[in-house]
């Protein structure tokens, strides 16, 4: 099918791009070469469709470990199998996650090679022919570029904002900034010129670009503290609509297949979702039951959601999302000169995260609960929008960032978090001379 055929091309011309410490070629007279891919507009989109593979792919890939660390960061996880080493680490925490743990190597690199990659597509963007199939090169490339800086400004306190030999190291709050820059970009593009029909049948399906743009604006201007761009483009994104990384059973879905199939590598904690004792879901929350087994058997794992097969679709974002987005954008500005009458509406708000039935939702997430009826002030609702990002958000990679920006307790061996960020992968500081000296907490 057309996921397999692309995912393997971009694939085989991701490694031809990635294998930077080969300096000798030996040519296959059948293979394309770097110089014919970039030319031709078919070889940028069989490209574009190997930025999805790197970034979603197994055990390997950016979606599994930046959703088993986060979780196993924060409580949210607990590993099943004392084999899995670096797993258990990081539900350790502290000074047990080391510069050789695998998993946060593999998010590093999963994430600085989709980030180079995309930059070659972006580069020769204007060798995709029509100007319809320029912007969906343009756009789809930002889209993945977005994602890695934006994930290892979650993880990692700097990070390469580009590809190259020692390359210079920028802070996290860069990384959020060329991320929202290079998606504005794109939207600008889009304006000028929408994706050709061309593009569009060539594509992976399942993003929906123009909302996941602005969904993606909206993210990482909330994690950047611009909380003006944060609400605007939030309340942009079509909240009807789904926007998904699709799998089948040659491109499966990660989290399905290295955790939740199985109960050999990690699970949630339970359905408090690792949460302290003051911000347990509510036992009448719909949520619940939709990413946990609350009474499973012996033999299955207690995680659901959006992995319960090869071929179950990873949302890109959530509508949820947004509407949390809204609300803690709304809550936070007050501090920084916002009206206080923002204190109501960001109630409002949360309020249709809240009340929303699994029906009226596009993805099936849905509370099902009674309307906000705590205190009406800053704090209060910044924690209450805290626990519903915990639990609408469950299992996205989110909670780290999420407990670092609303002050969780932690990094401690009792707190809600057992690290801040993560070190810097020893691979990068054998190799890379600018890498930081000290590794943060």
């Known amino acids: 099918m057309m996921l397999k055929k692309y ?3 971009g694939c085989l011309t991701l490694l031809l791009f990635s294998q930077n410490a080969c300096r000798e070629q030996y040519l296959n007279p059948s293979a394309a070469s770097e110089q014919q891919v970039i030319n031709s507009p078919d070889g940028l989109i069989a490209l574009a469709n190997g930025l999805q593979s790197r970034y979603t792919s197994g055990r390997l890939g950016t979606i599994y470990n930046a959703v088993a660390g986060g979780g196993l960061s924060t409580r949210e996880f607990r590993v099943l199998n004392a084999g899995n080493v670096d797993e258990v680490a ?6 047990n996650v080391t510069n050789q743990n695998s998993v946060v190597r593999q998010l590093w690199t999963s994430c600085l090679i989709v980030n180079a990659n995309a930059d070659i597509i972006l580069t020769n963007a204007d060798k995709a022919g029509d100007a319809g199939t320029k912007s969906g090169v343009i756009a789809y490339a930002s889209i993945f570029k977005a994602l890695s800086l934006g994930t290892l400004a979650q993880f990692f306190e700097q990070a390469p904002n580009k590809a190259g030999e020692n390359a210079p190291f920028v802070t996290r709050a ?22 050709s029909a061309k593009f569009t049948l060539a594509i992976v ?6 909302n996941t743009l602005q969904a993606l604006i909206a993210r990482y201007s909330l994690f950047a503290g611009d909380y003006t761009k944060a609400l605007e483009a939030a309340r942009k994104v079509d909240l009807t609509k789904r926007s998904f990384f699709a799998f089948d059973d040659n491109a499966r879905n990660p989290i399905f297949e290295t955790a939740f199939s199985n109960r050999n590598v990690i699970e949630p904690v339970s359905a408090t979702l690792g949460l302290p004792a003051a911000l347990v879901p509510d036992p009448a929350d719909k949520r619940i039951p939709f990413y946990v087994r609350t009474t499973p058997s012996a033999s299955l794992n207690l995680g659901t959601g959006f992995a319960t097969a090869n071929n179950s679709p990873w949302p890109v974002y959530l509508p949820g999302e947004m509407l949390l987005i809204r609300a803690e954008a709304l809550i936070r500005s007050i501090t920084s000169g916002g009206s206080p009458t923002n204190v109501d509406t960001a109630i409002d708000e949360l309020n249709k995260v809240l009340t929303k039935t699994p029906a009226a939702d596009p993805w099936g997430v849905g509370a099902g609960l009674p309307a906000y009826a705590g205190p009406r ?5 910044l ?22 920006r609303f002050g969780r307790s932690g990094p401690s061996v009792t707190g809600e978090r057992n690290r801040n960020f993560y070190p810097y992968p020893r691979t990068e500081r054998d190799n890379n ?6 590794d943060p907490d």
């Open 205 to 210: 399906p399942g993003i929906d670009i123009p």
């Open 7 to 9: 995912s393997l091309l």
């Open 433 to 438: 001379s600018n890498t930081p000296v000290t």
């Open 90 to 95: 990081l539900e350790a925490g502290l000074a």
């Open 383 to 404: 924690t209450e929008i805290y626990r519903n990002r915990a639990i609408e958000l469950a299992f996205s990679g989110f909670r780290l960032e999420d407990s670092r």
């Open 377 to 381: 002030t800053v704090e209060a609702v």
């Open 174 to 195: 860069q990384l959020l900034k060329d991320a929202i820059t290079q998606l504005e970009t794109a939207v600008t593009q889009l304006a000028s010129a929408p994706i």
